[in-house]
């Protein structure tokens, strides 16, 4: 049963320790690092809040997991029991792991798309989207307006927008469209939730127009709750139920699973047409490895199946969303601007607020970044124009409205009072911020290049 505090349902059996360093060593760290806080060593960090991918703590039972894995090359145990997890509690009927999200995205694109093809979605993910254009698609943003804007206090930016939707398929035609994809708490707009009466319309549209449903499912259980919070007629369905419904309402899935499910490695593409499955597993040979087992080892794959199963119990989900909600509420108490509502995963500053002297060119989410680490020694990341990269037609940089410095929360490690020691940092970061300079790239890699990209300061 939820109660009012979002206390966590567990407590600490193991800890890691970590250690703070002076300010001195920070900033040789920084400008070691190109002002980039992927290519900090993590030892240099004390509070890592660069993602919530693969950085969960595992429970007790995960690790006792680990010690039952069946490392055989073929049929290992450890895969059948996942393959059965992910039908009980998402509906899929077939599963092909894969190392990581990012592998399932491949082996889909590569299956549905052809040279030309056009592929919406609720706005665009990093990786998810070069992978279509690697195929030969155009990403084609189908998001609400109201998830561009920071601004906004719609219950459900995630949600897609039928006009966009409807004005594409005009233009291009459903054959040119080889299915749409739809991320539950769409990660760049902040960890937003899609509805599910805007699921169950667009189930009915992609059966109007013959055209293919997949579900970025990597965050599923965190829009799950904000459904449970905030929609009529789900107050009194579990996390497990809503995560469920969700799920059975698309025809396919890729799963980065180093989020929800609480794992340091692992993802996989899930589906319920059977010939989409034959020729999902003659492709994940060639690249992650055979399909019963994908890049993962069979302990991962246990660790996994049992991280599924507690990603969906409420009581955690309610202390998981319950400390960002606190980080948020917070930072936003000290009147500094954020994405409203705050999302599930993480808090994004607003830069192009706090910065207003930098302008986008200059990077100004990248550079608070760094001045925050610089200041504090806790480790956030860009969500702006660097991650957004370039247009694969003009070449010319995408500007995207919103220019973010994300906070993202591991699921599981941090405490309550980690999470104040950060709103002080941002606060102290604010104090200062007339101090913070724009960036040039010195180096900029071709593809997703907020990753590698190296930059220098301009005075
Ligand atoms: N889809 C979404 C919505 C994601 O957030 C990610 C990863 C992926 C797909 C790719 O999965 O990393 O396992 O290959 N997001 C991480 C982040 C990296 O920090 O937001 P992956």
């Not at 469920?244 to 593409?269: H, P, Q, R, W």
């Not at 994405?339 to 002297?357: D, E, Q, S, Y």
């Not at 010319?396 to 940092?425: G, S, W």
Request: with cysteine; aromatic share 8%; charged share 25%.
């Amino acid at each position: 049963m939820t109660t009012l505090s979002w206390a966590e349902p567990y407590k600490i059996k193991m800890v890691e320790l970590i250690k703070m360093t002076s300010r001195e060593d920070r900033l040789r760290a920084i400008r070691e690092a190109g002002y980039n806080t992927f290519l900090l060593r993590s030892e240099d960090v004390y509070i890592d809040l660069l993602t919530d991918s693969g950085v969960g703590a595992m429970s007790d039972r995960q690790w006792a997991g680990i010690m039952m894995g069946d490392e055989a090359y073929a049929g290992s145990r450890n895969f059948y029991h996942l393959r059965d997890t992910v039908e009980e509690y998402y509906s899929y009927k077939y599963t092909v792991p894969c190392h990581q999200g990012r592998g399932a995205e491949n082996i889909l694109s590569q299956l549905l798309i052809s040279p030309g093809d056009y592929v919406p979605g609720n706005m665009y993910f990093t990786t998810t989207r070069l992978h279509q254009e690697l195929a030969g698609a155009t990403f084609v943003d189908v998001i609400i307006d109201e998830a561009h804007d920071a601004e906004s206090e719609h219950p459900f930016k995630g949600n897609v927008d039928f006009d966009k939707l409807d004005a594409l398929l005009d233009e291009v035609g459903a054959e040119k469209i080889p299915y749409i994809c739809i991320a539950t708490c769409v990660n760049m707009a902040g960890g937003q939730p899609i509805s599910l009466e805007n699921l169950k319309r667009l189930r009915r549209w992609c059966d109007e127009h013959g055209i293919m449903f997949v579900h970025d499912m990597t965050r599923v259980a965190e829009n799950a709750y904000f459904i449970q919070r905030r929609e009529n007629g789900y107050q009194n369905k579990t996390i497990r139920e809503i995560v469920y419904e969700i799920c059975a309402l698309s025809d396919a899935a890729t799963m980065s699973s180093k989020k929800d499910a609480m794992v340091n490695i692992g993802g996989f593409l899930a589906m319920n047409d059977a010939r989409f499955y034959e020729r999902a597993c003659a492709l994940v040979v060639v690249y992650e490895g055979l399909h019963t087992y994908g890049g993962m080892a069979g302990r991962d794959m246990e660790a996994l199946a049992i991280g599924i199963t507690e990603s969906v119990q409420d009581d955690h989900i309610h202390a998981r969303v319950g400390q960002v909600l606190y980080l948020g509420r917070k930072i936003r108490a000290a009147d500094i601007p954020i994405v409203n509502p705050i999302g599930g995963h993480a808090v994004f500053l607003n830069a192009t607020k706090m910065l207003p002297h930098i302008p986008q060119e200059h990077f100004p989410a990248q550079a608070l970044s760094a001045a925050l680490y610089v200041e504090s020694g806790v480790r956030s990341m860009e969500r702006g124009i660097v991650s957004a990269g370039r247009d694969k037609a003009t070449g010319k940089n995408h500007r995207p409205k919103l220019e973010l410095v994300r906070l993202t929360i591991p699921r599981r490690v941090y405490t309550q009072a980690h999470m104040d020691v950060t709103a002080n940092a941002v606060e102290e970061v604010v104090k200062r911020r007339d101090e913070i300079k724009g960036l040039r790239f010195t180096y900029e890699p071709e593809m997703l290049r907020f990753f590698q990209a190296r930059f220098e300061q301009i005075d």
